[in-house]
């Protein structure tokens, strides 16, 4: 079907790249006939270009804006109870570096040398760091989840899927608007918002957002608030448009995140020091996290991340459109790990992460009678860096009589570049041909150096003092990385309302250097780490029935996964005496592991009114080897971050008023089963199966102006983990610790449109 000139340019002022949702996925509309009833379709630009979610051979979970809005959503974590086989978490002793997870492909540390096998768009911008990637759901169009590999056409990482997180974009009437939210633990958030056409061919807006909230915990030793939330956050943007057929828009964003540092939760007491544990999971002792501390360390921490971008879109013709997509960000870390959490420095590290990037994007859409497709250039140079102390301190003065401290910095840069297309073709009006590939050149070269000293920190932060021990890695390497990644699917139209499909892509993620690394005791660290792959096979099942008021997606599909990437870290004897006074880390290229699973989507129109919506998965991930030393010890390893079951049932009753207001009613349940946090079990980190609970309820005028609500989250108040730190052999008081996601909360919230 050839879409229209007019159709493209208007499709252009609404989306990039990504997904898009049309309309609220829980909501119906009245058909052609008369007073018939059905859920609203669904429109996607998964493959780039504008098609019904139920004619995509890609397992896609849609999320609108207004969707989010009603379950009263904070942030992208959320997604992770609805969306099948996806995990979404802050990142152990963060507060906004995302953890990503999906059907078994992901990353748990935040190193410079390691991305993510997840890739998160920002309106189109690849994020190469997961520091600030946490994103708050504000001023969004809509969040689209794509499961399994997506490297062809969404490349660099994509190796377990994306994750596209779209704002809105300007509309040619003036808009005002105004979000203010109350809630548990003086949760006090703001978010303004104004746009404006400043004539016939240029339109400006700005949103601004302040998150604030206490902690769910308290620090017993410095006074301070745990687990909570200091977020300033703004987005500005222009539009022009110069003619029908061309489309520019130039946008900036910036993120402060002052929260306080968080530290885990001690299952035990401090062996040595004797410190109790908590009475809340979400209290510690941590003492390294007070500014100017008696351990020495400045225990600030910010998060801040920026960057701008430009896209122009040009309709060169009825079949053609040209698009460029240009842009720039960075991110700066400054925090402090208290891996003992306590006020003694059994073992502390402040650290900093600095990283930028730069990226270039040139799509060619074309759009024929039975020939559509796109073809692309993808360009990326990107430096990443971290440098932390890891102070020793208990330890050191025990054995050396000042603190111990190992040094690491190491900077790893990125220069890398692709050509994509993906084509598709209608042999008739049943069968449809898809087949696309990437073909990517990646360039890593590392500067890493390694050192351990005597006093309360290294030079690098600010220690002159220090004495000079020794230094256990120092090297400067480069490695180039070189893949082609295909992709191919068949589908086929049994009628109007049902597609089958059966594809199978290939996932790639390069290789890189572990900036932790210690040659001291892995001198193949200098030669880096090698990329992975994952081959995908798929098969699904798309439905539309009982009159349009039932959806339904099926997919099923087997991963083989090689070579997969696993960070890690190890204590270890850097002097021979016994004790172990440091620790290494290494990326791991794993040998083999196939995680195969079935995924169900549902939505049904039970009522004019009342919506049902339920997803649930079921996964099968095991590591078939993993050598150590000569021995498989794949038996003793499992897949991170990978339920075996997940399930999701939601219900939306929207109750209309005589006088236009409508109200909704919506409840939702979710469950996860029992998570590894890492290859190897540790039992006071891992989480057994359990099961959360959120209620909302939202009061809209006829005019969409003016809304109330109030929502509450984790209604059973469960404790749950989400991450930990396992070093009890590291220090003198056997240091373990968890991290947990949030208690019970209750929030109201005022929006107003003017």
């Given at each position: 079907m ?6 493209r340019?208007?499709?252009?002022g609404?989306?990039?790249s990504a997904?898009?949702?049309i309309?609220?996925?829980t909501?119906?509309q009245?058909s ?11 429109q996607?630009?998964?493959r780039?270009?504008?098609?019904s979610l139920?004619d995509?051979?890609?397992?896609v979970?849609?999320?609108?804006g207004?969707?989010l809005a009603?379950r ?13 086989s996806v ?9 906004s ?5 999906i059907?078994?492909?992901g990353?748990?540390d ?10 998160l ?5 690849y994020m190469?760091?997961p ?16 499961r399994?590999p997506q490297?062809?056409?969404?490349g ?8 596209k997180?779209?704002t ?12 203010l939210?109350?809630?548990s633990?003086?949760?006090?958030d ?10 016939d061919k240029v339109?400006v ?6 998150l604030n ?11 301070e ?8 956050a ?22 402060d ?15 040595v020091?004797?410190?109790p544990v908590?009475?809340?999971?979400y209290d ?10 008696t ?10 991340a920026?960057?701008?971008q ?6 060169a ?7 460029s ?18 006020a003694?420095?059994?073992m ?6 600095d ?5 270039q ?7 024929g009678?039975?020939?559509?497709g ?5 360009y ?5 860096s ?9 330890l050191?003065?025990?054995?050396y ?7 690491t910095?190491?900077?790893v ?12 073709y209608?042999v008739n ?10 073909y ?8 890493i ?5 005597l006093g309360q920190g290294?030079p ?9 021990l ?11 990385f ?5 992709r ?7 009628n109007e309302?049902?597609?089958?499909y ?17 040659n ?10 090698d990329a992975?792959?994952?081959d ?15 959806r ?11 070579d997969?990437q696993?960070?890690?870290?190890l ?5 021979g005496d ?16 196939t995680?195969?699973g ?9 009522s004019?009114?009342?919506t049902?919506q339920?997803?649930l998965?079921?996964?099968d991930?095991?590591?078939k080897?993993w ?5 498989n010890?794949a038996?003793q ?7 075996e ?5 939601g219900?939306?009753y929207m109750w ?11 409840g ?8 590894v946090q ?9 989480q057994?199966?359990y099961?959360?609970f959120?209620?909302s ?22 404790e749950?983990?989400t991450?930990?730190y ?9 240091n373990i610790?968890?991290?947990y996601?949030?208690?019970r909360t209750?929030?109201a919230t005022l929006?107003?449109?003017?």
């Amino acid at each position: 079907m050839r879409v229209s000139k007019a159709l493209r340019v208007a499709l252009m002022g609404c989306a990039g790249s990504a997904a898009m949702v049309i309309a609220n996925p829980t909501l119906a509309q009245e058909s052609a006939d008369a007073g018939v009833k059905a859920l609203e379709e669904i429109q996607v630009t998964a493959r780039r270009r504008t098609e019904s979610l139920q004619d995509v051979p890609i397992a896609v979970s849609a999320f609108s804006g207004s969707d989010l809005a009603l379950r009263g959503a904070a942030d992208i974590t959320e997604l992770a109870q609805m969306a099948p086989s996806v995990t979404l978490e802050p990142s152990r002793a963060t507060s906004s570096t995302l953890t990503a997870f999906i059907r078994g492909v992901g990353q748990q540390d935040p190193l410079a040398g390691f991305e993510q096998g997840v890739a998160l768009y920002l309106d189109d911008i690849y994020m190469a760091r997961p520091q600030g990637a946490l994103l708050d759901i504000y001023d969004v169009e809509r969040v689209e989840i794509l499961r399994g590999p997506q490297g062809t056409l969404y490349g660099r990482n994509a190796v377990g899927g994306a994750i596209k997180y779209v704002t809105k974009r300007l509309g040619d009437e003036p808009e005002f608007g105004l979000k203010l939210s109350y809630g548990s633990y003086n949760q006090v958030d703001a978010v303004a918002k104004a746009a404006m056409p400043i004539s016939d061919k240029v339109r400006v807006g700005a949103t601004v957002a302040s998150l604030n909230r206490d902690g769910f915990g308290e620090n017993l030793t410095t006074g301070e608030e745990h687990y909570n939330k200091q977020i300033l956050a703004a987005r500005a943007s222009i539009e022009f448009l110069p003619s029908d057929d061309l489309f520019i828009r130039v946008s900036a964003d910036y993120t402060d995140d002052d929260s306080n540092s968080v530290a885990g939760h001690r299952p035990y007491a401090g062996a040595v020091s004797g410190t109790p544990v908590t009475d809340s999971v979400y209290d510690t002792y941590a003492g390294a996290t007070e500014n100017g501390s008696t351990s020495g360390i400045d225990g600030n921490n910010e998060v801040t991340a920026k960057g701008i971008q430009g896209t122009i879109e040009w309709a060169a013709s009825d079949t053609v459109t040209l698009k460029s997509i240009t842009a720039y960000r960075e991110d700066y870390t400054e925090s402090v790990i208290d891996f003992d959490s306590l006020a003694v420095d059994d073992m502390d590290a402040p650290v900093i992460y600095d990283n930028e990037q730069f990226s270039q994007e040139l799509q060619l859409l074309y759009t024929g009678n039975r020939l559509s497709g796109v073809f692309g250039f993808y360009y990326l140079d990107a430096s990443a860096s971290n440098d932390f102390d890891v102070v020793l301190g208990q330890l050191g003065r025990a054995f050396y009589g000042s603190e111990l401290v190992a040094y690491t910095g190491g900077t790893v840069d990125t220069k890398a570049w692709s050509l994509f297309a993906d084509l598709s073709y209608e042999v008739n009006d049943a069968v449809s041909l898809s087949v696309g590939g990437r073909y990517t050149n990646d360039k890593r070269s590392a500067d890493i150096f390694r050192a351990n000293y005597l006093g309360q920190g290294s030079p690098f932060f600010g220690f002159e003092n220090s004495i000079f021990l020794a230094a256990s890695s120092d090297f400067e390497s480069e490695r180039t990385f070189k893949d082609f990644s295909p992709r191919i699917a068949l589908d086929y139209k049994i009628n109007e309302d049902a597609l089958v499909y059966a594809s199978f892509s290939r996932g790639f993620k390069a290789g890189s250097f572990d900036p932790r690394g210690a040659n001291l005791t892995s001198p193949e660290v200098e030669d880096g780490f090698d990329a992975e792959t994952l081959d995908s096979y798929e098969i699904g099942l798309k439905s539309t029935w009982l009159d349009g008021r039932a959806r339904t997606n099926l997919a099923v599909f087997y991963s083989d996964y090689k070579d997969m990437q696993i960070p890690g870290s190890l204590p270890i004897d850097t002097d021979g005496d016994g004790t172990n006074d440091g620790f290494v880390g290494t990326v791991t290229n794993a040998g083999k592991a196939t995680i195969k699973g079935i995924e169900f989507e549902g939505t049904f129109l039970l009522s004019d009114n009342l919506t049902l919506q339920t997803s649930l998965n079921l996964l099968d991930a095991e590591i078939k080897e993993w050598l150590l030393n000569g021995v498989n010890v794949a038996d003793q390893r499992a897949v991170q971050n990978t339920p075996e079951f997940m399930s999701y049932v939601g219900m939306t009753y929207m109750w209309p008023m005589s006088n236009g207001s409508t109200i909704s009613f919506n409840g939702n349940w979710s469950h996860k089963g029992s998570i590894v946090q890492f290859e190897t079990p540790v039992t006071e980190i891992d989480q057994d199966a359990y099961s959360l609970f959120n209620a909302s309820i939202v009061w809209t005028s006829e005019n969409g102006n003016y809304s109330l609500g109030l929502h509450g989250k984790n209604l059973g108040n469960k404790e749950y983990k989400t991450a930990g730190y396992n070093f009890p052999t590291l220090g003198l008081e056997n240091n373990i610790t968890t991290f947990y996601g949030p208690p019970r909360t209750i929030t109201a919230t005022l929006g107003l449109k003017f």
